[in-house]
């Protein structure tokens, strides 16, 4: 398959081509959290059942997909889209809140989104893994848009006083490979804690990176 397959124009049932075209959109990607991020998982799904699943014909999945990576790809961006707006509607609600408050309530934002619903941590930190160097260089650079977030943070933390200034780039890079890897774990069941055992964790080791020992806010 080379490329998508023309979907129909005009309007239909009462709704626009472009419409029924987000609408079918919409059912696939549903369909593929559920058969991605539960069972069988990526690999294991065929394109007749994800239409199958989704309650429509192959022929419309080509109108809408070129392959099943291309359904991962934007399932994964959405998965992150999801966090990503909980976290920004954090941001915005913590305001003046002092630094660890502050961080506990972003944390405690995107624990919450992610781990709510295991089938997007599995598309997040399991399914992507390893399926192609494109996909590959997605999550790197999806990645990359989390590390921009902390990064962001710490500059605001550093002009209020409440953070030692440096650059923080490699730092941010490693904790959010922590963030990551405690999120699976703990949502495999592999880490025996409570989620807001969790981020009081991430907390902590967030506030050791931008307070480290020897620091203190200058007098005022």
């Not at 069972?39 to 014909?57: F, I």
């Not at 630094?99 to 989104?113: G, S």
Request: net charge neutral; proline share 5%.
């Amino acid at each position: 398959m080379t490329g998508r397959l023309k979907a129909p124009t005009g309007r239909y049932g009462g709704k626009t081509a472009e419409e029924r075209q987000a609408e079918r959109r919409r059912r696939f990607l549903d369909a593929a959290l559920q058969l991605f991020g539960d069972t069988p998982g990526y690999r294991s799904t065929t394109v007749a059942a994800l239409s199958e699943a989704a309650g429509l014909s192959t022929r419309q999945f080509y109108e809408e997909f070129r392959t099943l990576e291309d359904v991962l790809a934007a399932l994964h961006l959405q998965v992150n889209a999801w966090a990503e707006e909980a976290v920004v509607a954090a941001v915005a609600g913590a305001g003046p809140l002092p630094l660890a408050e502050r961080a506990a309530a972003i944390f405690r934002a995107y624990a919450a989104n992610v781990t709510g619903d295991p089938r997007r941590v599995r598309i997040t930190f399991v399914e992507i893994i390893g399926v192609s160097p494109r996909l590959e260089e997605q999550r790197l650079s999806r990645r990359s848009r989390w590390v921009d977030l902390v990064c962001a943070e710490a500059a605001a933390a550093v002009a209020r006083g409440e953070a030692a200034p440096r650059d923080y780039r490699i730092a941010a890079t490693a904790f959010i490979g922590s963030v990551n890897g405690l999120l699976h774990d703990w949502n495999a069941g592999w880490v025996d804690a409570t989620l807001d055992e969790v981020v009081d964790e991430l907390v902590r080791q967030l506030l050791s990176i931008l307070r480290p020992p020897g620091w203190g806010p200058a007098p005022t």
